[in-house]
């Protein structure tokens, strides 16, 4: 597959690889593009050509019609000031920046429209396009987005995916890690900003380009969007041992979520070599300790431990699946 056809800024080459073809938008020749800027800059199209192509123009004709309405229609002295031919002139202009008018205004406030500058043949043009229509290019970009990774190649579930963070997930790993209950029992504060979050997955991107799986996201399926984080623990990280820890959004405890991450994720780590997976959860979250023992981890008393969490220190218990012998 060619890459993108060179132009002369790479802000342009981002958006010829926008295409618009039998009314629907795609995209041309993504062998070689960044599709995180491509879709920052598909945003940025919108935002600024949307306010040239549509309200600019809406705003001038809307401001024309009014002086015009008002020299005509109001203003006595007007037929004083001008000819016949001039008045008939301000009349007909006036009926045309109305039309004008009323046309931008159904596009921007009835259809809900938007303007996004692309390639159309071999020329480069305004396009008007609908909220559907970018929300469905947001979707399909996303989708490619995510199918992409570094390290990690994604796990389908019937109900979740497994898979390496991306930066477009950052709203979604804010909303989850904000939540007190969430972190609760968790050895990391709550989030305060989207820039925290944006903070944790940039360091989870970086560990995946040292083949390093700290924290995989957990996608729903149906929403679209992830709840949740499972991955290794940086201790009793060896060739043939590691410990797993996760955490989903309190919105979906108690529906097999968890354990559902859990359950493929010890499988692609036996998989990949580990015999001895070892997990563990503060003494007083028992219904962690239920979804370990459901997925073949047993209580291993000898390995418990405090640990200071939330400057509090507590107990935690341990459990294993060893293979070793």
């Given at each position: 597959m060619k890459g993108v056809r060179k132009t002369k800024s790479n802000k342009l080459s981002l958006k010829n690889a926008i295409i618009y073809r039998n009314k629907n938008l795609s995209i041309k020749n993504i062998a070689n593009l960044d599709l995180g800027k491509l879709r920052t800059s598909y945003l940025n199209n919108i935002r600024n050509f949307t306010f040239w192509g549509l309200y600019f123009p809406f705003i001038t004709f809307l401001l024309t019609t009014l002086v015009i309405f008002w020299a005509v229609f109001i203003n006595e002295n007007t037929r004083n000031l001008v000819n016949h031919d001039q008045y008939i002139f301000l009349v007909f202009t006036f009926f045309i920046s109305l039309a004008f008018t009323l046309g931008l205004a159904y596009k921007i406030f009835l259809k809900g429209q938007k303007c996004i500058y692309t390639k159309h043949k071999r020329s480069t043009r305004y396009i008007f396009i609908s909220k559907k229509e970018t929300q469905n290019f947001l979707k399909s970009l996303d989708a490619k987005i995510k199918s992409q990774y570094i390290y990690f190649a994604p796990i389908e579930t019937n109900r979740l995916i497994i898979r390496e963070f991306k930066l477009l997930d950052a709203n979604d790993y804010y909303y989850v890690f904000k939540s007190k209950k969430v972190c609760k029992y968790l050895s990391f504060s709550r989030l305060k900003s989207k820039k925290e979050a944006v903070k944790a997955i940039t360091k989870a991107t970086n560990d995946y380009q040292n083949k390093l799986i700290f924290k995989l996201a957990i996608e729903l399926k149906l929403e679209q969007k992830v709840i949740g984080y499972i991955g290794l623990s940086r201790y009793d990280l060896?060739?043939?041992?590691?410990?797993?820890?996760?955490?989903?959004?309190?919105?979906?405890?108690?529906?097999?979520?968890?354990s559902e991450a859990v359950r493929v994720f010890v499988e692609y780590?036996?998989?990949?070599?580990?015999?001895?997976?070892?997990?563990?959860?503060?003494?007083?979250?028992?219904?962690?300790?239920?979804?370990?023992?459901?997925?073949?981890?047993?209580?291993?008393?000898?390995?418990?431990?405090?640990?200071i969490i939330h400057r509090t220190p507590k107990n935690i218990k341990i459990y294993t699946i060893d293979e070793r012998n």
């Open positions: 060896t060739e043939d041992t590691c410990q797993i820890v996760y955490a989903i959004s309190e919105k979906y405890w108690r529906q097999g979520y968890t780590l036996k998989q990949n070599g580990k015999k001895l997976i070892i997990a563990g959860h503060v003494e007083e979250n028992i219904h962690s300790g239920k979804v370990l023992l459901k997925n073949g981890f047993k209580r291993s008393p000898h390995l418990d431990h405090q640990m």
